[in-house]
């Protein structure tokens, strides 16, 4: 949240994201997603709105307290991508324990705040939760449950164990930022 929490004239606290001092509708949790999203459309830039197209991969450097060292699979580094290219989207692998990953997660939407917009930055992930590390398919994260690869899963035709995985593995993403599983 920004240092300085604006409050708009019914006494409200709010994120300034634009940090132009009042109340937007893309800023306002109250309007309609579908107000919220024009306004926010309104505001961006032709530039603003090419980042939010990119999805591709970030790594996880929970090292760099700067974002300033561009990864082993990317040439820019994370300030680069989010500030000077205006992604927004991104894919992680690998990742340390899930508290440094958390930590670093934040840092990573501080870093989203100081953009003009301030547009919070989506993770992405493929499969968390299996026994075997194949980058193409899914990975296993230490710090998750380990649950049968998704046709095991299926092969048991326990609906509610299902039901239980996917529960579980939604509480583990939301813990370290994961937005979207793919």
Known sequence: MNTNTPRADNDIAFRDLNKNGRLD??????????????????????????????????????????????????????????GGRLINHFNIHQTPPARETAAWHNRLQKLAEETRLGIPITLSSDPRHAFTRNIAVGMTTPSFSQWPEPIGLAATRDVALARQFADIARQEYLAIGIRVAL
Not at 71 to 81: A, D, I, Q
């Open 25 to 82: 509708p893309y800023e306002d949790p109250r309007q309609p997603i579908e107000a919220r999203v024009d306004d926010l459309l309104a505001q961006m830039t032709l530039e603003e709105k090419a980042g939010l197209m990119f999805h591709t991969i970030l790594e996880v450097d929970a090292g760099d307290e700067t974002f300033s060292r561009p990864g082993r699979l990317n040439p820019f580094t994370t300030s680069e991508m989010v």
